[in-house]
């Protein structure tokens, strides 16, 4: 496990109480004291963050389409793209369990880590300081945003992509699953027959699979469309 004071240089926040960090980073398979009740804490407070950036962002979105958005900005893949980007696993405690069966990859302990650390910036230094870190980890997921993309999921986007091209509609299958029935874990395949593009996606729902799988397509489509000059965007 890292020094913890490279995470507090990645998150921009640097901890008066040490503790608070290190039971943020620690799943419950390590420790009594775990990060389930900080990881509720920040759960919230991301909820606010986003919610309230995304209402300054326009003024013209309904709020059923902010809702939208914002669900997809704070579900477990979003988080768990950012903790890769942060490099969190290398920073987590769990129990051998866990480390031998793939716990510091695995999403679902990312993405609560994450919220486990807004929860734990709140609790020492209050809303400002919380928000602060927030939007610093989003920061490049916010300013991609497109106003024509906001409120639509991946495969929202890569069907419409295809439309537009009058191409057929992408082919999703389950590819592999795998954990308990109450830890599922889903592979599953996007594919784009007439643009030869095949990805894949893996998450705790086949759903997620689904939308990481398209997520990747729409880059490869777009490759491909880009090289195509005949094709109708």
Do not use: W
């Not at 995470?7 to 389930?36: P, W």
């Not at 594919?191 to 729409?218: C, F, K, N, P, W």
Request: hydrophobic share 40%.
């Amino acid at each position: 496990m890292n020094d913890l004071s490279l995470l507090e240089e990645r998150i921009g926040y640097v901890f008066a109480d040490k503790k608070l960090l290190r039971r943020a980073v620690t799943h419950r398979s390590f420790a009594q004291e775990h990060n389930e009740r900080l990881e509720f804490l920040g759960d919230s407070v991301l909820n606010c963050v986003i919610g309230y950036a995304l209402f300054l962002r326009d003024q013209h979105f309904t709020e059923g389409e902010l809702s939208r958005v914002r669900a997809n900005l704070v579900c477990e893949k979003t988080l768990h793209e950012i903790a890769k980007r942060l490099e969190l696993s290398e920073f987590l405690r769990m129990g051998e369990g866990e480390l031998k069966t793939g716990g510091p990859r695995r999403a679902s302990i990312l993405a609560d880590a994450m919220e486990a650390i807004f929860g734990a910036v709140f609790r020492e230094a209050g809303f400002d300081a919380a928000q602060g870190v927030v939007l610093r980890v989003y920061e490049p997921i916010l300013t991609s945003l497109k106003p024509e993309t906001l409120g639509k999921d991946p495969k929202t986007r890569l069907q419409e992509l295809l439309q537009g091209a009058h191409l057929a509609r992408p082919e999703y299958a389950i590819l592999h699953t795998s954990g308990a029935a109450h830890e599922r874990h889903f592979e599953c395949e996007c594919r784009i027959a007439a643009l030869d593009v095949v990805t894949t996606g893996r998450a705790t729902s086949r759903r997620a699979a689904e939308q990481e799988a398209a997520e990747a397509a729409i880059v490869e489509a777009e490759k491909r469309l880009a090289t195509m000059p005949h094709a109708r965007r």
